[in-house]
Nanobody, 118 residues
Framework: VQLQASGGGLVQPGGSLRLSCAAS????????MGWYRQAPGKQRELVAR???????NYADALKGRFTISRDNAKNTVYLQMNSLKPEDTAVYYCNAIIETPFGHRDYWGLGTQVTVSS
């Protein structure tokens, strides 16, 4: 099983980006999916999570600017980020709890860099 994230890049303050993360491999089902981020010198923190039926959970500080969604048919989770600020600069990691023929476990993508700068 692999998680492949894409969509990161350089954006000016106030701009938007949309991250995608697709799961592939021998997958029975995907439970929760989510996004985390890690800024230089800081611990990895939750951005948002979404269940298989669409229930969402956000970091309080990001509510209203970030929106998580998923396409179950494509095994893909998205993160729409609006009104970006320099403090949103970080490596963004996707996460999924996936059921496989060998049981269920946590999987992580390699991360995609988001840089917010003028």
């Amino acid at each position: 099983v692999q998680l492949q994230a894409s969509g990161g890049g350089l954006v000016q303050p106030g701009g938007s980006l949309r991250l995608s993360c697709a799961a592939s491999g021998n997958i029975f089902s995907i439970n929760e999916m989510g996004w985390y981020r890690q800024a230089p010198g800081k611990q990895r923190e939750l951005v948002a999570r979404i269940t298989s039926v669409g229930t969402t959970n956000y970091a309080d500080a990001l509510k209203g600017r970030f929106t998580i969604s998923r396409d179950n048919a494509k095994n893909t989770v998205y993160l729409q980020m609006n009104s970006l600020k320099p403090e949103d600069t970080a490596v963004y990691y996707c996460n999924a709890i996936i059921e496989t023929p060998f049981g269920h476990r946590d999987y992580w993508g390699l991360g995609t860099q988001v840089t917010v700068s003028s």
